[in-house]
């Protein structure tokens, strides 16, 4: 439905089923609105993200991927008030809008290397993470660059936020993924890492559709090509 809001009649529906209904499916409208840059939602994404709660990350992100600059008083307010849980966020979010992304990227990297290093700040690592992500999904490969040079040599309980972070990217930004993996040094191991994502993920579709990139990607390479030999062993390592 959000693929359609330049329909009339599809835009209310939605706007109302950001405010209703179970937080797990608020979460995946508030999403859809943020991926399809749904502006007309602009009121009741900023009403969410003020009010803080369960879904102010969501809400906080997908305002970043509206690129609304209506959007950025609320942004500075909540980073100049707001939890350092939310802070990730925050700060993924006026990078998405094109404003002082250097200084925001080094703040979440920063941030992510920290709650690797040091226990119990595992909500701030799983916002962190979730921040790189919605950067990476924009075609951010230094954001994808980051979750591997950090998540890597991490161990549990960090490291399976991280996993599941680059398995998201791998199926919703397939393209990046493939191409960063061509050029990473320590490819191997960052197989290993999407592959645990991938165990974690319960998206089948979208797990096919990143498989159907691989293999075309493989069979139109040259031989002992890099492309052909990241297709080769993510088909391998994934069982696919």
């Not at 499916?25 to 007309?40: M, T």
């Not at 998540?151 to 990217?169: H, K, N, Q």
């Not at 050029?183 to 797990?207: H, K, P, T, W």
């Amino acid at each position: 439905m959000a693929a359609l809001g330049a329909d009339a009649r599809v835009r209310p529906a939605l706007v109302r089923d950001v405010g209703r209904g179970q937080d797990y499916f608020r979460s995946a409208v508030i999403e859809a609105l943020g991926d399809y840059h749904a502006s007309y939602a602009l009121e009741p994404l900023l009403q969410i993200a003020r009010l803080g709660g369960p879904l102010q990350i969501d809400a906080v992100i997908a305002l970043g991927k509206l690129k609304d600059q209506r959007a950025l008083e609320t942004l500075a307010t909540l980073q100049r008030s707001g939890s350092r849980e939310t802070q990730p966020a925050i700060a993924a979010a006026i990078c998405l809008m094109g404003i002082n992304c250097d200084a925001h990227f080094g703040f979440l990297v920063d941030t992510l290397k920290f709650a690797d290093k040091n226990p119990g700040y595992q909500a701030l690592l799983r916002n962190t993470v979730a921040s790189l992500v919605a950067l990476a999904n924009a075609g951010n490969p230094q954001a994808l660059q980051a979750l591997f040079d950090v998540g890597i040599p991490s161990s549990d309980p960090p490291r399976a936020p991280m996993a599941l972070g680059v398995g998201t990217v791998a199926i919703r930004n397939a393209p990046l993924m493939l191409s960063f993996l061509e050029s990473y040094q320590n490819r191997a191991a960052a197989i290993d890492l999407v592959a645990e994502g991938f165990d974690m993920l319960e998206e089948d579709y979208e797990e096919e559709g990143f498989f159907a990139a691989v293999r075309r990607g493989y069979w139109q390479a040259p031989e002992e090509s890099a492309t052909r030999k990241v297709g080769q062993t993510l088909i391998d390592k994934l069982e696919f």
